[in-house]
């Protein structure tokens, strides 16, 4: 009994709509679909019948009617396909609908399957090769000429691809890691024989089978364009003919124009919050540098975070021209939502940057997108990986803007920090590292590596909270806001002691005890200044401190961090005073308005240190700010109203100005 045969009658009895078409062809209405529906289609290509469903899976459609894959054969209990040099393929199905292959007979044989029709083919003919024998009858069906090689993706370098020399060639890629990987290692070895080589995909479903099966023509594959980079050549090209350029910078002396550039720091520190705010400036041209003015499309790739929870109302609180925000899935026979293979999606990549004339794409994080066959250990592997995405920013003047996170260990190389293998900094052409400056709780960000970049630069930043409206209503969101030019650099901050500079702290300890001691209650920045007179870096200073014990306090405004030994910090009837800030860098939820609300309807200041007396009851009460007698009214907040007043028109004047004071 032929399986279209068998597969009319079946639809028939289950009450659904089939009707026949030309050549053992057929449509049919779709289990729980309308009458209308026409959404399954067959052909009956030698003993099967190719099916293709273009609502629902396949399996489940048969599964609904009551057959399995076994139904679509002629003979229930399989097929065989025989080769020219006598090799046999025996093609099954389980009770579970799994397809199996068995070889048999010259097993070691090297034709291809059907090789034979093209000692008759005309000249100027195309050769379709495809990944299973099931496809090359597909093609057939159709008038086509095809052939494939035995025992599926992976081993075409075992096959003699010699007939096939001064044909043009097709290769028609099944859509999937393994298919396309074997389509390229099958192009790499007909390219240097072949008349001309293209390789295609399905419009419609996983393989050449499906394709056919969902009514398409050979005319109708989709060609992919490869940009001629899989054909090995040497190209030489004289210095006259170089046309030299200067360097422009996106972000001034930070993300050079057309790069790769990674940003770097550890993890849960806002590494994602910044890379929205600058793509939040880029989409409103108001980033400084060669897009200013401009407004631009960003394209950001993510995999760690929700896009409808995290990522787009990120991006939102940063600002951005959402319309100018894109997204991108990967759309398979099995999803609509996969994710990025890279460099596997590298070309249909660069087509939509090149489409949508994108001029920063984020990949949050870098190692995200890398295929799974390679390690981010391996420098080969990471270089195989990153080494396409530099030239992809080179050619569409787009800058590839990675993600990445540094290891637990301590130090203040950070090409060493990054996890991983030395080359994600060595490919990348600029490396931001980000860290947290536990004296003020704000994040500090260098450029700790900058091939082009004429000086080390580095930006001061805080995240806030920033309330913006969802679907669902308000939601509070961490926000970044950049406070300026530093002279602190975020090497320093990430290095940590070891047993070289033992020394140097336990001189440095000394210093500062004496230094303290002698000049009581001082700014750090001014410790640190002094310190390094007497040839303490920063970092040292910051060591010592911590190993005296050294108490910490924000005082003045702009708030400055003041430095005290414990012994000379009088904490009876002041607010705690502590060694370190403790609060998160990026907060969220009910911690963002906490920190917001006023305690007790005071204001910030109101907690701000005084010397208030512990003996005298009698003495004296001065507003630190103005130094002007309170009163009795006054005494309850510590500080002057005026001055209060004048302090928070202040503080609302540097926020408004991005953090910049007057």
Partial sequence: MKALDRL????????????DGPADTASAQAPGHSPADRSVTFRQIADQVLMNSHADDKQAVLDAVGLTMRDLFDDTAGTSYTYRDGRTVHRTYDDTGRK??????????????????????????PVYVVEGEKDVHAVESIGGVAVCSAMGAGKAHLFDWSPLTGHTVVIVADDDDPGRRHAMQVHELIEPIAAGVAVATARAGKDAADHIAAGYGLDELEIVDLGGNTGRRLKVTRGSEVKMQRVTWVMEDWIPAGSLTLLAGREGLGKSTLAAQICAQITRGQLEGELHGVPRNVLYVHSEDSREITVAPRLKAAGADMSRVLFVDVETSHTDSGTLILPLDTLAL?????????????????????????????????????????????RQGCVVFGLCHFGKRDGADTGKLILGSIAWSQVARSVLSVAKDEETGNLVVTN???????????????????????????????????????????????????????????????????????????????????????????ATIKRAAKSLGVVYEMAGFPRTSMWSLPTQSDQSGQPSLTHEPTEPTEPTGADQRKRRELTGGETQWAHTPVNEPTTDPTAVVRCPECGFPL????????????????????????????????
């Fill in 8 to 19: 009319r009658d079946r639809w028939r009895d289950q009450g659904l709509v089939w009707k």
């Fill in 100 to 125: 199996k292959f068995r070889q048999a007979g010259n097993t070691s044989g090297r034709d291809l399957y059907r090789v034979e029709r093209l000692d008759q083919l005309a000249t100027g003919t």
């Fill in 350 to 394: 660069e087509k939509v940057i090149a489409q949508n004339q994108v001029a920063f794409m984020v990949l949050d994080a870098a190692t995200s997108s890398m295929s799974s066959e390679l390690s981010g250990k391996d420098d080969r592997a990471v270089r195989q990986y990153l080494e396409p995405l530099a030239q992809l920013a080179s």
């Fill in 448 to 538: 700790t590596k900058g091939n082009l970049a004429p000086r080390v630069r580095s930006m001061e930043a805080t995240i806030t909270t920033t309330t913006i409206t969802t679907e669902d209503g308000d939601t509070e969101v961490g926000a970044l806001h950049w406070l300026g030019e530093t002279t602190r650099d975020a090497r320093e901050l990430l290095a940590e002691p070891d047993g070289t500079d033992r020394e140097d702290r336990n001189e440095a300890q000394a210093w500062l005890e004496d230094y303290l001691t002698e000049h009581g209650r001082t700014a750090a920045k001014t410790v640190k200044a002094d310190g390094r007179k007497q040839g303490l870096s920063d």
């Fill in 631 to 662: 009163d009795g009214a006054a005494l309850g907040k510590a500080i002057h109203p005026d001055c209060e007043r004048r302090m928070t028109q202040r503080q609302a004047r540097f926020e408004l100005d991005g953090g910049d004071a007057a």
